[in-house]
């Protein structure tokens, strides 16, 4: 250091030095600056310290907007060769970046039927269009992974060209399952309705066969070798029953093992385990609706339901509050029909969950039973509860709604079809004791031998059967006849006038006459329909001769 | 200490400007290490050698760098030939470098 003070050319020559050290600093392109005491690395350090923290903010980034990110050079041949690859591309592809880069091209990767729309979107990503294709990643293994690829190309003014191509990946493979899964649900729907329509049609025929078989056989006399012969019939035609049975039953996916049963009743079995499963905070109040209505269900899947639903109140209501389960029959009407989708009118059993929990908006109440739809923090929910809940009433034949308001609490109602039949069963454990009568009976029909045998039946049982194949007929014959008839015994569906129509026309002029309806489709359906009441028997076609003449009887024996 | 791991030293030839090179550095940060880099290609091929080049890391020996009156680093002074110049940075930009040289479009 010079000890005399420095002149003025040295002092600006100086300041020209300190300015281009501060421009150096300011440009990033030193690494250190020189203080009194000390060489201070500051800036570089500064700068080191950002990168590693905006390396960490993309690296999280990445990892929250997709699964993997890459960039591949282009190379002049438009070759593109990996730069590099960061996030779980290894646990997606089950092969490390270097197999890539060995293997030459990563549509190396790529499901051989993808790889045509792979080259494509590589044209056009060169091309420097953006692109986001969904295609199949095969595994060294054989294992295949969906992945959705948005790919971004980096233009060069310069070499007039694309150099570079970003993309983030997605695996998409449980997304695209869930809507393989629907897809196969609508397809399951649809064959179920064709099987549903052949099963009805094959009924008639089957309850032709079955009960003209029993007729024939009490005719023959005791030891007749035929007999034998008309057993195999029968066989065959029980056989062709449980054929369609189980072909309603695939339609409605299977593992469906409905049962009649009380949701009171399902209820007094769960309430303890409910009560545990709300936890002190949540008072549970329970309304049983009086006389409540029998439903079928799968009860193991009903219980299900009562589950989910009460775990997601629960939820809703961190702070505590009430959760009411609240059980009823209902009457749906036309006017609640038409506003509710997919609803039929008809007698329903309700079960309503409500909590005064946080409640939901509006676009969270339209979302609330889609797969994965979840507002509930991660590990807390699947977002697949309320979709459970969804699909196993509708499974149910039945319907299931969402009421909430911000603040004041949310509202779950199921509705289930309420079915006739007793919770035993006796029904079927019932021994087939002769039933016999003397009343009159009109019986009406379209199907000509279905007519014709139940006419049969009903007389060697001693009744005295008026025939009718149309409803304007059956009127005719009720007016001509001088009688009482006792029981009006009709099919439902039929050309002119359905059977409940029939029903209220005949009460006009005879309104002791009882009525027992007869049908292909399920009591279920039927009920759904508002063609059947609760308490009121009904005959279910296939039917064979004991059931036939047991439910007439019963029906005739009815109050009311 | 002044270190001089750097230093190359070359047959002087007559005739030919030597030329007299100071580069201060910070250890091996990243702009240090280019400015080496980029001065020992220079000097070996755009000067034929004809170079003495001594590396000061300011981690070793800061005072020098105040000696010199050096703000920040990495900084080459060209001592020879006359007059004295400073740049200041990485010198990744070898068009001002050859420029402060006296090498612009070739070799003198």
């Given at each position: 250091?010079?000890?005399?003070?420095?002149?003025?050319?040295?002092?600006?020559?100086?300041?020209?030095?300190?300015?281009?050290?501060?421009?150096?600093?300011?440009?990033?392109?030193?690494?250190?600056?020189?203080?009194?005491?000390?060489?201070?690395?500051?800036?570089?350090?500064?700068?080191?310290?950002?990168?590693?923290?905006?390396?960490?903010?993309?690296?999280?980034?990445?990892?929250?907007?997709?699964?993997?990110?890459?960039?591949?050079?282009?190379?002049?041949?438009?070759?593109?060769?990996?730069?590099?690859?960061?996030?779980?591309?290894?646990?997606?592809?089950?092969?490390?970046?270097?197999?890539?880069?060995?293997?030459?091209?990563?549509?190396?990767?790529?499901?051989?039927?993808?790889?045509?729309?792979?080259?494509?979107?590589?044209?056009?990503?060169?091309?420097?269009?953006?692109?986001?294709?969904?295609?199949?990643?095969?595994?060294?293994?054989?294992?295949?992974?969906?992945?959705?690829?948005?790919?971004?190309?980096?233009?060069?003014?310069?070499?007039?060209?694309?150099?570079?191509?970003?993309?983030?990946?997605?695996?998409?493979?449980?997304?695209?399952?869930?809507?393989?899964?629907?897809?196969?649900?609508?397809?399951?729907?649809?064959?179920?309705?064709?099987?549903?329509?052949?099963?009805?049609?094959?009924?008639?025929?089957?309850?032709?066969?079955?009960?003209?078989?029993?007729?024939?056989?009490?005719?023959?006399?005791?030891?007749?070798?035929?007999?034998?012969?008309?057993?195999?019939?029968?066989?065959?035609?029980?056989?062709?029953?449980?054929?369609?049975?189980?072909?309603?039953?695939?339609?409605?996916?299977?593992?469906?093992?409905?049962?009649v049963l009380n949701l009171n009743l399902l209820l007094e079995d769960l309430e303890t385990m409910l009560k545990r499963l709300i936890g002190e905070d949540i008072r549970l109040v329970i309304t049983r609706g009086e006389q409540l209505g029998n439903v079928r269900a799968d009860p193991a899947q009903l219980e299900q339901v009562i589950l989910n639903l009460v775990v997601n109140s629960r939820d809703a209501m961190p702070k505590g509050g009430t959760l009411t389960i609240e059980t009823a029959n209902v009457l749906l009407d036309e006017t609640y029909a038409a506003r509710h989708v997919g609803v039929t009118p008809g007698h329903y059993v309700l079960l309503a969950v409500t909590d005064t929990g946080i409640g939901m908006d509006e676009a969270t109440r339209r979302r609330v039973f889609e797969p994965f739809f979840t507002t509930k923090g991660?590990?807390?929910?699947?977002?697949?509860?309320?979709?459970?809940?969804?699909?196993?009433?509708?499974?149910?034949?039945?319907?299931?709604?969402?009421?909430?308001?911000?603040?004041?609490?949310?509202?779950?109602?199921?509705?289930?079809?309420?079915?006739?039949?007793?919770?035993?069963?006796?029904?079927?454990?019932?021994?087939?004791?002769?039933?016999?009568?003397?009343?009159?009976?009109?019986?009406?029909?379209?199907?000509?031998?279905?007519?014709?045998?139940?006419?049969?039946?009903?007389?060697?049982?001693?009744?005295?059967?008026?025939?009718?194949?149309?409803?304007?007929?059956?009127?005719?014959?009720?007016?001509?006849?001088?009688?009482?008839?006792?029981?009006?015994?009709?099919?439902?569906?039929?050309?002119?006038?359905?059977?409940?129509?029939?029903?209220?026309?005949?009460?006009?002029?005879?309104?002791?006459?009882?009525?027992?309806?007869?049908?292909?489709?399920?009591?279920?359906?039927?009920?759904?329909?508002?063609?059947?009441?609760?308490?009121?028997?009904?005959?279910?076609?296939?039917?064979?001769?004991?059931?036939?003449?047991?439910?007439?009887?019963?029906?005739?024996?009815?109050?009311? | 200490?002044?270190?001089?791991?750097?230093?190359?030293?070359?047959?002087?030839?007559?005739?030919?400007?030597?030329?007299?090179?100071?580069?201060?550095?910070?250890?091996?940060?990243?702009?240090?290490?280019?400015?080496?880099?980029?001065?020992?290609?220079?000097?070996?091929?755009?000067?034929?050698?004809?170079?003495?080049?001594?590396?000061?890391?300011?981690?070793?020996?800061?005072?020098?760098?105040?000696?010199?009156?050096?703000?920040?680093?990495?900084?080459?002074?060209?001592?020879?030939?006359?007059?004295?110049?400073?740049?200041?940075?990485?010198?990744?930009?070898?068009?001002?470098?050859?420029?402060?040289?006296?090498?612009?479009?070739?070799?003198?």
């Amino acid at each position: 250091m010079s000890p005399r003070p420095p002149s003025r050319r040295e002092l600006e020559e100086r300041l020209r030095r300190a300015e281009a050290a501060l421009g150096a600093i300011r440009a990033g392109r030193a690494d250190a600056v020189i203080g009194p005491e000390s060489a201070l690395v500051i800036r570089a350090k500064a700068a080191e310290q950002a990168l590693r923290e905006s390396e960490e903010r993309y690296r999280l980034i990445s990892q929250m907007i997709s699964d993997y990110v890459y960039a591949f050079q282009v190379e002049r041949d438009q070759t593109l060769v990996p730069e590099w690859i960061a996030g779980g591309f290894e646990r997606i592809t089950a092969s490390t970046p270097e197999d890539l880069q060995q293997r030459g091209s990563w549509t190396s990767l790529v499901h051989p039927d993808d790889r045509p729309a792979a080259l494509e979107r590589t044209r056009r990503l060169l091309a420097g269009q953006d692109d986001v294709s969904e295609f199949r990643i095969v595994r060294p293994d054989g294992g295949v992974r969906w992945v959705r690829d948005h790919g971004h190309p980096v233009w060069d003014d310069a070499q007039r060209r694309v150099v570079r191509i970003y993309g983030a990946v997605q695996d998409i493979t449980e997304r695209r399952s869930v809507e393989e899964q629907l897809l196969q649900a609508q397809k399951m729907e649809s064959i179920g309705r064709l099987a549903g329509g052949v099963a009805h049609d094959f009924n008639n025929l089957l309850t032709v066969i079955l009960s003209t078989t029993d007729l024939v056989r009490e005719t023959l006399p005791a030891n007749d070798p035929r007999a034998h012969d008309l057993q195999e019939i029968r066989k065959a035609a029980e056989s062709a029953a449980a054929l369609t049975r189980k072909l309603l039953a695939f339609s409605r996916r299977q593992v469906f093992q409905p049962r009649v049963l009380n949701l009171n009743l399902l209820l007094e079995d769960l309430e303890t385990m409910l009560k545990r499963l709300i936890g002190e905070d949540i008072r549970l109040v329970i309304t049983r609706g009086e006389q409540l209505g029998n439903v079928r269900a799968d009860p193991a899947q009903l219980e299900q339901v009562i589950l989910n639903l009460v775990v997601n109140s629960r939820d809703a209501m961190p702070k505590g509050g009430t959760l009411t389960i609240e059980t009823a029959n209902v009457l749906l009407d036309e006017t609640y029909a038409a506003r509710h989708v997919g609803v039929t009118p008809g007698h329903y059993v309700l079960l309503a969950v409500t909590d005064t929990g946080i409640g939901m908006d509006e676009a969270t109440r339209r979302r609330v039973f889609e797969p994965f739809f979840t507002t509930k923090g991660p590990g807390r929910g699947t977002g697949l509860g309320l979709s459970t809940v969804y699909g196993i009433v509708k499974q149910s034949g039945g319907s299931v709604w969402v009421y909430s308001e911000l603040g004041v609490g949310t509202t779950f109602k199921v509705y289930l079809p309420l079915v006739t039949e007793a919770l035993s069963e006796a029904r079927k454990a019932a021994a087939p004791a002769p039933a016999r009568g003397t009343e009159t009976i009109l019986l009406v029909e379209d199907e000509p031998s279905l007519r014709r045998l139940v006419k049969r039946t009903l007389e060697a049982s001693g009744y005295q059967v008026l025939a009718a194949d149309t409803p304007r007929y059956a009127l005719q014959l009720a007016q001509q006849h001088a009688g009482p008839i006792h029981l009006l015994l009709t099919d439902i569906v039929m050309p002119e006038m359905r059977g409940p129509e029939l029903a209220a026309a005949l009460a006009q002029s005879r309104p002791e006459t009882k009525t027992l309806y007869m049908s292909g489709y399920t009591e279920n359906a039927a009920v759904q329909q508002g063609l059947s009441a609760p308490g009121k028997p009904f005959l279910n076609k296939p039917f064979d001769i004991s059931t036939l003449t047991q439910t007439v009887r019963e029906a005739l024996d009815a109050a009311g | 200490m002044k270190r001089r791991g750097g230093a190359r030293r070359a047959p002087r030839r007559r005739g030919e400007t030597p030329y007299r090179l100071r580069l201060f550095v910070a250890g091996n940060e990243p702009h240090s290490a280019q400015a080496r880099a980029t001065l020992e290609r220079l000097c070996q091929h755009a000067l034929r050698g004809r170079c003495h080049i001594e590396v000061v890391d300011v981690f070793q020996d800061y005072r020098a760098a105040l000696e010199y009156h050096v703000v920040a680093v990495p900084t080459l002074i060209v001592e020879e030939p006359p007059p004295v110049r400073y740049i200041v940075g990485s010198l990744s930009d070898e068009a001002t470098v050859r420029a402060a040289l006296g090498i612009e479009g070739g070799t003198p």
